[in-house]
């Protein structure tokens, strides 16, 4: 089972601004003193500019646009609604907030097999919202596919049942813990694991400083090292900077590439540029506009596609 894929979706950004039904408990979004036509004019430009470094790799992306008549303002972050998986699976998963769970687009389904991959089957766990659980894709789990384990943050996005359910159904051994940041003085859950935490192939990028929990740090760290994975340790600092929010993707020839926003690439060290490049060089792209506005950052904009081929 590969750790990392060569396949993407993307979805462009038509009605980008700060979602105000998101902002309640993802402390990373501020406003910007900017008309929503230009914060989304801005958001194009860089998603556009970001697609192209890829594919200038040889990382394929599949690119969809957003559906205007949604009005869905957090569509760049496709990760957060729907999991590719290398068996066929396809998981659809309930959201937050309520504006979001239109971004739910089964043309995309459509697309990815005119694109000549199989679905075989769709999990769904959204009726979960109706109950007021969520658990947001791959925003809320992390997976160590090659080793089938997935790490999962708690948080009002990331329900602790529906992920043992979700581990269940896709054999993945749970690994639980709770990341918190500070915002204004007090500890709040982070709302994404992916902003703290990235798994690639040979390492691990962490905050471990943001699980409070001395046991569950531990536990962690135990996990990543049983899997043989170095762990590069990134600050709170850093993690603001969404250093953690990174993805490992498969360019031409099978290149391993460490694809991240230049404003985390820019909040590393030195040491930690070498750790990472001893594995595989970064890409990194401005999202300046994405990250303030919508508090998300270059892993949130990719959906991994690891779906077989027809």
């Known amino acids: ?3 990392t894929t060569n396949t993407i ?10 979602n105000e039904q998101t902002a309640v408990n993802n402390y990373f979004q501020e406003d910007l003193d ?4 230009e914060i989304n004019a801005k958001a194009q430009e860089e998603f556009d500019a970001f697609v ?10 599949i690119v969809e646009n957003d559906d205007v008549l949604n009005d869905t303002p957090d569509s760049i972050f496709p990760n957060n609604w729907v999991s590719f998986h290398s068996n066929g699976d396809v998981g659809k998963y309930p959201m937050f907030a309520e504006n ?3 971004e739910r687009r089964d043309e995309i389904f459509v697309r990815l097999e005119e694109e000549g991959f199989l679905i075989e089957n769709i999990i769904d766990y959204t009726s979960a919202e109706h109950e007021g659980y969520f658990l947001e894709g791959t925003g809320s789990v992390i997976l160590d596919r090659t080793n089938r384990k997935a790490y999962c943050a708690l948080s009002p996005r990331a329900d602790e049942e529906l992920f043992i359910e979700f581990c269940e159904d896709f054999e993945y051994s749970p690994v639980i813990f709770t990341a918190y940041q500070s915002v204004d003085g007090e500890r709040l859950p982070i709302y994404h694991t992916n902003v703290m935490m990235c798994i690639a192939d040979q390492f691990a990028v962490i905050c471990l400083d943001s699980i409070d929990d001395k046991k569950e740090r531990k536990n962690v760290v135990k996990h990543l090292k049983q899997e043989g994975k170095e762990i590069i340790s990134i600050t709170e600092a850093q993690m603001h ?7 490992q993707l498969l360019g031409a020839n099978d290149q391993q590439y460490l694809v991240m926003s230049e404003a985390a690439h820019q909040s590393l060290t030195a040491t930690q540029v070498a750790n990472i490049e001893k594995y595989c060089p970064i890409i990194s792209s401005s999202l300046e506009t994405i990250e303030t506005c919508g508090g ?15």
């Open 52 to 61: 192209e470094k890829l594919r200038a790799v040889g990382i394929q992306v």
């Open 241 to 247: 900077n969404f250093a953690g929010n990174m993805l």
């Open 1 to 3: 089972m590969q750790q």
């Open 34 to 37: 900017l008309k929503n036509a």
């Open 100 to 102: 979001r769970r239109r």
């Open 296 to 310: 998300g950052s270059a892993r949130c904009m990719m959906a991994e596609v690891f779906l077989p081929k027809k």
């Open 9 to 18: 979706l993307m979805i462009r950004p038509i009605n980008f601004r700060m």
